[in-house]
């Protein structure tokens, strides 16, 4: 047997970069909150989709599970996890759902340090029921928001409000 | 001075793992073209907003453009690349944006092997317009996609078409 030299696969992103594509998407959606009447937010749909909070309830109760699990290997539902715990009761303002959604930047922030990158590229079954690598996983709790943040833009066009530019992650 | 030993910055994504990433997604747009019956494709719209067929010549529009110069550090626009001198008409079939989509794909794939990582991580300003690292040019391409494709769900749900998963990038 012969020793072999393991090339290391070339880099497109780094965790840095990474996190920071992350947290300038979350911005984005921070200010679609921000646009939103306070009475549409909770009401407004179109095709019978689901209103805008209800897509940010769905992007909250993905982020600090999918982490949380990506990094301590430990599968736990929104409910599940002691530090969520003040989240049983759904928000009714937009205020409530800007502070959760601060609330969730600054634990991604504290949980991040603790995710390695090898552990972005080992495989797990994520909430014992999605297989995959947990890069993908986190790239797919991004895309996600991405996608339905979409159509929260057809949602405010439909209302007559201007969107937030897309490029605008800051 | 003493020596320094430069640590390379951890990696989230490698180069395999973005082109994956970015080809997964233009699947699910082409199942999303596939979807439309022809005549919405190029028409249905909401709140003033484009049709799905100008939102599939936008992705079109931006991505062997934006790979190209990422590439080979020449930026030139859709009508100025030699190889897109047959897209001066507008499709109007369904039939031709899938030509379009699956010839974009091959020529994709070819100019991949092309980019280096090192490319990758250089600043330019795409176009002449747009500062930017290039993986950071070729995320914004693939974000669009997914945030106009979100748009064509909400189209496709109100024509009462049920779009395809999301995570269905096979």
């Known amino acids: 047997m012969s020793a072999t030299t393991l090339t290391p696969a070339?880099?497109?992103l780094t965790m840095d970069q990474l996190f920071n594509h992350w947290m300038g998407h979350r911005n984005l959606t921070r200010k679609m909150i921000e646009k939103y009447p306070e009475d549409q937010l909770f009401t407004f749909s179109i095709g019978g989709m689901r209103p805008f909070s209800e897509l940010v309830l769905e992007f909250l109760g993905?982020?600090?599970?999918?982490?949380?699990?990506?990094?301590y290997r430990e599968w736990k539902k929104e409910e599940e996890l002691p530090l969520l715990a003040g989240w049983t009761t759904k928000p009714t303002t937009k205020q409530e759902l800007l502070d959760r959604w601060d609330f969730?930047?600054?634990?991604?922030?504290r949980i991040w340090k603790d995710l390695?990158?090898?552990r972005l590229q080992e495989e797990?079954?994520?909430f014992g029921q999605w297989p995959g690598t947990m890069y993908w996983l986190l790239m797919y709790v991004i895309d996600n928001e991405i996608h339905h943040r979409g159509q929260g833009y057809v949602y405010l066009r439909a209302l007559g409000?201007?969107?937030p530019f897309f490029w605008d992650r800051l």
Do not use: C, W, Y
């Open 10 to 12: 070339p880099t497109a």
């Open 104 to 109: 969730t930047t600054k634990e991604l922030q």
């Open 62 to 71: 993905m982020a600090i599970p999918s982490l949380h699990g990506a990094a």
């Open 161 to 163: 409000i201007e969107p």
């Open 124 to 126: 797990d079954v994520a």
């Open 116 to 118: 390695t990158p090898e």
